[in-house]
């Protein structure tokens, strides 16, 4: 399945490489502002910044098979769309920013539902192996797909590109209607959409592992993207370059990247995640400075496959860092919230660095972006994303479903939850950094407010309180408990004195009918 899967995903980036290399290179002949080729770069990326974060609530919530089916088919009409349109003539600057937009769309879409696909089919041991042979997919077409589009730029035109980016999409989609996805049972209602978005956002922001993966990842995408962007000017300069050129640059991108597969287990057992991340990024720095200055082909090349090796050892290393530090009910949801900065400052940044080659010169644009990329890899330098101990996010249901006196709907609520403990007061101080974890963890599953509560006449007792949307969220937490929150509940646990565990109680909030007014 595993096999079945990484096929579709190579494919669909070997699509969105013809797709990004025609376009760039269709936009040069259209125009020769540097805004407008580095605007293709920003096309492309927008649409998963506005959508990124719906479509992992979509794939977490949607049978996964006939959503992903359905991103092939849309990048399928798109790439028709642009073929037709440069058929009739009909192309230009505005048009083709418009479509390359509708064709993120679909990468928008689909980026999230393979990213939780992908823990569902490997143990986390082979996690680090799978995401590496992902990369290696991702970067293999980088090579095969600028290859194809050259070739097919030059024989027949960038037109054909299109042509064969459909037909490869809905090869793909035929290969995903044969995967039999396994649905889990359960006895709990479909989460709401937009019940599913707030609780994707609440979660990421209360992980303290997930906000330093998305720092790194802006920081490393914003000065990456700028020699990707400006990959058409930059080939434009060089020995009067063309598309080949061009295509040759892209692909010594990608194949740096599929070499840097061979390296990645060895680094791994050499440095950290967070050393790689720094090193690589110094390395993706020097080379975006050296490509500035490259003097012809013989020299931007190599520089350009070292690029490659450093950009996918940063991204294996902050994707398994985000992939660690998400549990399997969120993962979608999580990655998508990850897609959405990477784009996002992939994006912005693309746009940005456009803007400075056009108030300035090319070398200079690209100058910048590798002394800014430093500066900003040193700011951020307290931001891990690997801890000592990483924590076991294997599902763990331990705690069973509360038994009620009579039978509750589903969609009643909100549902106050309290539980009372008795601690030692001289063990206050180290009770509550436990019940701050606690919080974090109550509001990582869902619960819409949390507090605890001293009593004023008895120091050493506490209450610890928080609100569920309705009593269907509150029973879905039960099916959300990992290892480490099992974990985390025997360590609350042990500060509680006397022979009768914490007393909890649940509450289910009452309608009542408005009191009239008196006459």
Request: proline fraction near 5%.
């Amino acid at each position: 399945m595993f096999r079945s899967l990484w096929l579709v995903w190579f494919t669909a980036n070997a699509c969105m490489a013809m797709s990004d290399v025609a376009a760039a290179w269709l936009m040069t002949t259209l125009t020769t502002s540097p805004v407008m080729v580095a605007l293709v770069q920003t096309a492309a990326a927008l649409p998963v910044f506005l959508l990124g974060l719906p479509s992992g609530a979509f794939a977490d919530i949607l049978d996964r098979r006939r959503y992903f089916v359905a991103t092939q088919l849309w990048v399928a009409v798109t790439a028709l769309l642009l073929w037709l349109a440069i058929a009739a003539g009909a192309i230009n600057p505005v048009l083709l920013l418009v479509l390359v937009f509708a064709n993120g769309i679909g990468m928008a879409m689909r980026w999230p539902v393979y990213s939780a696909i992908v823990p569902e089919l490997v143990t986390r041991a082979q996690l680090p192996a799978a995401l590496a042979l992902n990369g290696l997919a991702m970067n293999a077409s980088r090579v095969i797909g600028p290859v194809l589009a050259g070739m097919l730029i030059g024989l027949a035109g960038i037109a054909w590109v299109f042509v064969l980016n459909a037909a490869l999409s809905l090869a793909a989609a035929a290969i995903l209607l044969r995967w039999k996805s396994e649905q889990k049972p359960s006895a709990l209602p479909g989460e709401r959409f937009l019940g599913a978005l707030r609780v994707g956002v609440q979660h990421v922001r209360e992980s303290t592992r997930m906000r330093a993966v998305l720092v790194r990842a802006a920081v490393f995408s914003a000065q990456s993207t700028a020699v990707v962007a400006l990959l058409p000017l930059v080939a434009q300069r060089i020995d009067s370059g063309s598309a080949s050129t061009y295509t040759l640059l892209f692909a010594a991108l990608g194949c740096g990247a599929v070499a840097s597969v061979l390296m990645m287990p060895r680094l791994r057992e050499q440095r950290s995640r967070d050393q790689m991340i720094r090193d690589g990024s110094i390395v993706q720095a020097a080379t975006t400075l050296a490509m500035g200055f490259a003097p012809n082909t013989f020299v931007a090349v190599p520089v350009m496959a070292l690029a490659g090796v450093a950009w996918l050892t940063v991204a294996n290393s902050i994707s398994i860092s985000a992939q660690l530090a998400l549990p399997n009910w969120v993962r979608a949801r999580g990655m998508s919230t990850f897609q959405v900065v990477v784009t996002g400052s992939t994006g912005i940044a693309a746009a940005a660095w456009g803007q400075a080659v056009a108030l300035t010169d090319l070398r200079t644009g690209l100058a910048t972006a590798a002394v800014l990329g430093v500066a900003a890899l040193w700011a951020t330098r307290r931001f891990r994303v690997e801890g000592e101990v990483e924590e076991d996010l294997s599902p763990s249901p331990v705690w069973n479903p509360p038994v009620t006196a009579q039978p509750i709907d589903p969609d009643a609520g909100p549902v106050m939850t309290t539980i009372e403990y008795r601690i030692d007061p001289a063990r206050a101080g180290e009770f509550l950094r436990v019940m701050e974890e606690s919080r974090r963890s109550r509001l990582r599953h869902g619960v819409l407010s949390w507090e605890l509560f001293r009593d004023t006449s008895d120091p050493g007792r506490f209450v610890e309180y928080f609100v569920d949307e309705s009593w269907a969220e509150h029973l879905r937490r039960f099916d959300r408990v990992t290892a480490a929150d099992a974990a985390l509940r025997e360590c609350r646990l042990s500060f509680h004195v006397g022979d009768e565990p914490p007393v909890v109680r649940r509450g289910i909030a009452e309608r009542l009918r408005a009191q009239r007014k008196p006459a």
